[in-house]
Structure formats: structure tokens, C-alpha cells
């Protein structure tokens, strides 16, 4: 099937400028419909998906996982959608006002960015996310998921937009392309003209497809080479736990811990330890020469290890000479997501979090907090790692943009 | 001379850490010392910039007089540096801070964007300007002017850099590019390894040429299609002195009105006085049939014409049926700029201010507001026309990001 994506874009556009004006009472109104709809039409959402599931025969066990929906599975997205319906509405915020030096009363006001496009790969939930979060902040949402889901993901939308249209409300405020090509997607990437921010969601090799081919404005998100610094006033059941923590609780996602740097005037104390509680949790260990000399059991790192995201029970160890070299260390090879030092010097502790350069730096915790939902957003649409319009993790608010209304009586320029 | 980019720009990243983490102090006595080194040589820089002036005799009267610097303009470009050295420092504030339920303590602080870089056309101020406001906000700068200004550029530029040499701080916070052909500006727009934004100034060629090149982030500033609608409540004499003023007190800027939009049931009554006094200052009149047939001095309007920024004494004018036509058509032709309607009924007033999707959107009160200096924001390095990061006049403030600061006790994840 393809799609018309100038056609597309146009009623994208036309359905923003609707519910950019809706009031937040009829929006959650509307987010709560989608939740019962969603239940009640379970059984068309896993007939479809079982379609989706039989192409993907070929494909690895954790793929199918990602992309498969169970009646429970379902259930959660529903109240992924009631939770979305409780969060506060951005829209209409004043964040400053102030009177000119001529009687102007400026007033910066909180607006939707208008459309959203999103192009994402396999997790089907993503259509039901990114369509909850973008309505909520009245940005009408092109979706532009995986060949893989595309059964699942068009049932989905569907059934979305049949609850808009019941409720006199433009359905093309959500979109979904049907035609999943590469030629479609890099059409979508130059719809200026209509699309006001891209967001991919993915692996690496899409993100940067997207941020190399782009002419719409893109929000990067995602890629985590996240680092945790045992320093040497560490305390070693804490450095144990978090490090532990960081990097096995789900090594799959971006805010997992790939590196572990540690102070050569404990590593000799700390490092056995340490690594023996990694091992334990079946982390494979790749080290300098310095690391091995102190574990055995570590592998050589290679120089591509540094800058390399695992997002899985790898983790790569470092001996480092002082909190200076750790802050060097990661300020060259990180992606700029999240790091973070365990130590009980107060001096350490503020010199790292001033002079790291990532969206989230921590003292003395996992950086597996790096989330809307741990955040207090209650939902999050990624976690951006570029350092324009949002960092870090996005709420309701980073999917939004200002304008300024200004109230005169008759002001000229002089 | 050609420039070896990879280097610059591992050089302004270098540089880039150091000066993110100067006091308010020191950068405040660095740019005031600017001041005074821009008088001490204004002989030199007379000199550069008569080099320049020379090239460029071939070129329209306009252009030259944008490229001249005299003594008088240099001590002006010596006073704006002062007052950047007076305005406050955002780096450091904390926008949001809060608790979360495990505990952890974050915080939302304002850091340097990094590395920004500008490409700019004729004006050498501009390099003055733009070095002033990145090194006041912690960011290091690659300038890329028009061949034009190049030895007015380069001089400048050495001038601040001696300065921050002798005040034992890296000197490439400030660099310019000396080969100023199209090759090595696509190679800056393609430098994300270490430019964090690209900011275009200049006309509409330069600005698209780099938001459809660059792959790194771009803020685009300046197109300014901008309208005046008078509505049918409109006071006659302030509808002709905002009109004026829009469009004649200064219309090569991006804040002059462009159009006029005026409603039907007036517009017998009031379109004769405005157009005269459109007409005595200047103003050249195209417009749609119905304004022709009231006023016959209108020339017919092509449909070229409601989407052209004319930067001239050059005024579209169209006859609307109401304040719902009026916002349609802005959002129609619009670049999304600053729009004024001039009434003194509340509801069309507030609806202008709701359904308007420009940056800047004015009740009773000329477009040529929309400026750093005006809103008070004491400097600006330009107004963003896009919707990411930053909308409307540009200061310190949208030329930062922020970071989250995360102190924990031991936190893991459940």
C-alpha cells in the first residue's frame, strides 16, 4: 500500500490546528475511550498481531518478545492511556511574563509543536504511547512504525481513531503510514512543509539514519554508553549494588551501564569484588591491561569497546588514576545519556557533576533512573541525548513549544 | 586559505570545557577588556575593514553601507560588549528541582550548549556580537562570515583573541573560518562530531540552503512574512500609526510588517487613510480586487505576493471578511514570525492570540517589537522562526541547555 505523504501531511496539519484548541477535559475524556476501546477490541488487536508474529518465524526470540500482545499486555497499554488521561496538561502554561519598558505585557505561552512525526521499529506499544503523549499535548502524530508490526500497528491506530471520530474529533489528528519502505520513510524525514519534529525511536543504526538524512527537525534519542566511576572513597557495598544494578537489572535498555571505571588506589580492594558480584549475574568482562592484571577471569578490551553500546550482560572495565581521568574518560567516549560516580567525597562528587557533559549525572545511584516514569513525568516519549530544545528524559512539556502573546494599547517602535 | 575543520572544531570543543566552567567574573572583565582592545585598534580595524570596502565597489549602496565601520560604529560594537558584560549569567541556575520517590534529589541546571557555530553574511558586527553572547554564555564559537568581510572579520576576531590569550584562557573559544567558500561551509554543516548547533543569519538563500544541508542541529532565524490585521472594532488612527510604523520605520528588518489584512465591513471607511499614509511614506500598494476597488492607487497583487518578505517600502494588502478569515489566511502564508491585529473587541483579540501559530502575536501594537532589546532580554542573537528549542528573539538564555544533577544515597532500581 503506498501512501500520499504530502496528502498525509496536510490533514496532519489541518487536525493539529483542532485539537492544539481542545480543552484539556475533552482530551482526557477522549484518553480514557481509547483505554476501554483498546479492551473491548482484544480480540481483533491479537488476531492481528498473531499475523505479525507469524512473518516472524526467522526473527530472534527477543524480537518476537518485544513485538508479541497478550490480553495482559493490552490491559497495560489501557492503563498506560487512563495514566496519560491523570497527568497534568501542559498546554496553556504562562512560563514568564513581564511588562517592556513601553507598557508591552509579554506573556510566554506553552503550545503544541503542531505535528510529530515518529518512526519507529518492532514494540507495537509505541503506537499507543507516542499517540496518548502526543494528543495529551494537542500535536496531532504520524507514525511511521516497522514492517514487522505493521498489522498490529494499523489495528491499533484504527481503533484510535475510530473513538476521535465518535467524538467529533479529526481522526487524522493520529496518522500510521501503511507503506513501511525505506523510500516512504525518507520522504517523511523532508515534509517540512508540515512536520514540525521527527523523533526516531530505535537502534543506533536508525537513529542515525534519521539525524544524517533528515531536513525536518529531529530530536535524538536513546543511545546510552553510560559509565559508572568507583572512586576511592567509594564505599564498596554501595559501588557493588549500583554497579550490579546499572548494568544487570535490564541490560537491553539505554540507561544500562556498558563501562566501569575505577580508582587505581582501590582497585586492587574493590575490583575482585566487584566483578565477581558482575560475573555472578553472568556479566562477561572485557578490561585494560591494569584490570586484568588484578581479575583474571577479565578479556581484553579493544579500542571499539570504549565507545561501544552492548545493551546486553557485557561490560567493559577501566583502571583510572584519579576522578579527573575518569571525567576525561567519559567526556570523550560517552553518548552523553547518563553516568555516574560512587564516592563519599563531598569535593569529587560536585567536580563530577559540574564537568560531565551528559543529560543526567548521578552521585551515588543507578543510572538505571534515567526514565520519565522514575523522573515523577509519568510517562516519558524518550530519553533525548542532544543538547537542543530537551535532555534527558521527555515528558508532556519537551513535546511542547512557546509563543509569545503580547497585549498593547497602541504601541509604535520609536 | 584553506581551513582544516576536523581541527577547528576539536579545538572549540577543547575549549569549549574550559570557558563552560569560568565564573561570571572573569567572563564579565574578558569582555569588557574586548571593549576596550576594539577602541585601542580601531585604526587597524579601519584599515581591515577599508580592504573590504575596496572589493567591494561592484556591490549595491545597501550592502556597502551594512559592510563600513567607522569609528563611530566600532565604539558602538565596543558598547554592546559592555552591556553583554552586564547582563545576567544564566550558567548555573537551577530551572526545576525536585525530589523523587526513592529519594533521589534532582536538579534542572542551566549549562553551555557547547559549541555553537554561525554562518553570516555581509555585517562584520555580527562576529563582535555573536563571540560576545557565546563566550558570556559558556560557549565556544566557529564564525563563518561572507567573503565580503573577510580581513574586517579576521582582524576583529584577532583582536578578542588576543585577549583571551593574555587572560590565560584558550583562545579558541573565538575562531573564524578564513576560506569562506560554499565547500567549507558544507563541511562545518556536516561537523556534529563537535558542533552542538548551527545558527544561520542572513537572507532566505543562506537560511534554507543550511536547514537542507546541515546535519548538524540548525535554529533558523529571521524569514519574517508578518501581517497587520485591522479588525472591524479597529481605532482608525492607531490602525494607521501601527501600520506605518511596521512597515516604513525600518522594512529591510524581519519584524516589518509585510501585509495588510483589513476587514470588509471597514474597510470603505478606513483603508483610504491608511493607504494614504502608507503612500505618503513611500509605500509601494499591490493588492487582491475588493482593496483596488477602494482604493485605485493599489496595484493588482500577484498570488507570488502573499508569501513574499519584500524587506522593502512594499505592502500587500487583502480585504478579509472576518477575524476567522484573517487568522486563517496568516496561518496559511505566514513564516510563523510576529502577526499584530488591531481591535478593541475582546474576543477577537483573545481568539488572534489563541489560533495564531507565529512566534510573536500582537494585540494593538507594531511587529517591530519583536527584538532582544525590546523584550528586554538586552541582547539577542537573533529570532528563532522554528519551533524547537528556542521561538521568537534569542538571548543568552536560549543559546544554554541544561543537564539534570542527581544525588543519591545508594539508590538502585526495583
Known amino acids: 500500500m503506498t501512501d500520499n505523504l504530502n496528502e498525509i501531511g496536510a490533514n496532519a496539519k489541518k487536525a493539529a490546528f483542532q485539537i492544539a484548541n481542545l480543552d484539556t477535559e475533552t482530551k482526557n475524556q477522549v484518553l480514557n475511550e481509547f483505554a476501554t476501546a483498546l479492551t473491548e477490541h482484544t480480540n481483533e488487536i491479537v488476531t492481528a498481531n498473531n499475523k505479525d508474529l507469524d512473518n516472524a518465524n526467522d526473527l530472534p526470540a527477543k524480537f518476537v518478545d518485544r513485538l508479541k500482545l497478550t490480553p495482559?499486555?493490552?490491559?497495560?497499554?489501557?492503563?498506560?492511556?487512563r495514566?496519560?488521561?491523570?497527568?497534568?496538561?501542559?498546554?496553556?502554561?504562562v512560563d514568564t511574563g513581564f511588562t517592556n519598558k513601553d507598557g508591552l505585557i509579554i506573556e510566554q505561552r506553552r503550545v503544541p509543536l503542531g505535528v510529530i512525526a515518529m518512526i519507529f521499529e518492532a514494540r507495537?506499544?509505541?503506537?499507543?504511547?507516542?499517540?496518548?503523549?502526543?494528543?495529551?499535548?494537542?500535536?496531532?502524530?504520524?507514525?511511521?512504525?516497522?514492517?514487522?508490526?505493521?498489522?498490529?500497528?494499523?489495528?491499533?491506530?484504527?481503533?484510535?481513531?475510530?473513538?476521535?471520530?465518535?467524538?467529533?474529533?479529526?481522526?487524522?489528528?493520529?496518522?500510521i503510514l501503511h507503506d513501511t519502505s525505506h523510500e516512504t520513510a525518507n520522504e517523511l524525514m523532508h515534509l517540512n512543509r508540515y512536520v514540525d519534529v521527527l523523533i526516531p525511536r530505535g537502534g543506533s543504526g536508525l537513529i542515525n539514519a534519521v539525524v544524517q538524512n533528515s531536513t525536518v527537525p529531529v530530536i535524538e534519542t536513546g543511545a546510552g554508553n553510560c559509565h559508572i566511576y568507583v572512586d576511592d572513597s567509594a564505599d564498596l557495598k554501595m559501588a557493588t549494588d549500583i554497579t550490579v544494578n546499572a548494568k544487570v537489572q535490564r541490560p537491553s535498555v539505554c540507561n544500562a551501564a556498558e563501562k566501569l571505571l575505577i580508582n587505581a588506589d582501590v582497585a586492587d580492594e574493590m575490583l575482585p569484588t566487584i566483578a565477581q558480584a558482575l560475573e555472578d549475574n553472568g556479566v562477561e568482562l572485557r578490561g585494560d591491561d591494569k584490570s586484568r592484571q588484578i581479575v583474571s577471569s577479565i578479556k581484553p578490551a579493544t579500542a571499539d569497546d570504549w565507545s561501544t553500546e552492548y545493551n546486553d550482560l557485557i561490560m567493559a572495565v577501566k583502571v583510572v588514576d584519579s576522578v579527573d581521568d575518569a571525567i576525561s574518560h567519559i567526556n570523550e567516549y560517552s553518548t552523553?545519556?547518563?553516568?555516574?560516580?560512587?564516592?563519599?567525597?563531598?569535593?569529587?562528587?560536585?567536580?563530577?557533576?559540574?564537568?560531565?557533559?551528559?543529560?543526567?549525572?548521578?552521585?551515588?545511584?543507578?543510572?538505571?533512573?534515567?526514565?520519565?516514569?522514575?523522573?515523577?513525568?509519568?510517562?516519558?516519549?524518550?530519553?533525548?541525548?542532544?543538547?537542543?530544545?530537551?535532555?534527558?528524559?521527555?515528558?508532556?512539556?519537551?513535546?511542547?513549544?512557546?509563543?509569545?502573546?503580547?497585549s498593547g494599547d497602541g504601541q509604535i517602535r520609536k
Open 336 to 406: 552523553g545519556h547518563s553516568e555516574s560516580i560512587i564516592t563519599n567525597n563531598y569535593a569529587h562528587a560536585k567536580k563530577f557533576q559540574q564537568l560531565i557533559d551528559s543529560a543526567c549525572v548521578y552521585v551515588n545511584a543507578s543510572t538505571r533512573f534515567t526514565d520519565g516514569f522514575e523522573f515523577g513525568f509519568g510517562a516519558e516519549i524518550g530519553i533525548s541525548t542532544q543538547k537542543l530544545h530537551a535532555r534527558g528524559p521527555m515528558g508532556l512539556n519537551e513535546i511542547t513549544t512557546t509563543k509569545y502573546v503580547i
Open 72 to 81: 495482559e499486555r493490552i490491559d497495560g497499554m489501557a492503563e498506560g492511556l
Open 83 to 93: 495514566q496519560v488521561a491523570n497527568l497534568a496538561d501542559p498546554i496553556g502554561n
Open 124 to 175: 507495537p506499544n509505541v503506537s499507543v504511547d507516542a499517540s496518548a503523549l502526543t494528543f495529551k499535548s494537542g500535536n496531532a502524530v504520524i507514525l511511521r512504525g516497522g514492517k514487522e508490526a505493521i498489522n498490529s500497528n494499523t489495528t491499533l491506530v484504527d481503533i484510535l481513531r475510530t473513538v476521535l471520530n465518535k467524538n467529533g474529533i479529526d481522526e487524522n489528528a493520529i496518522q
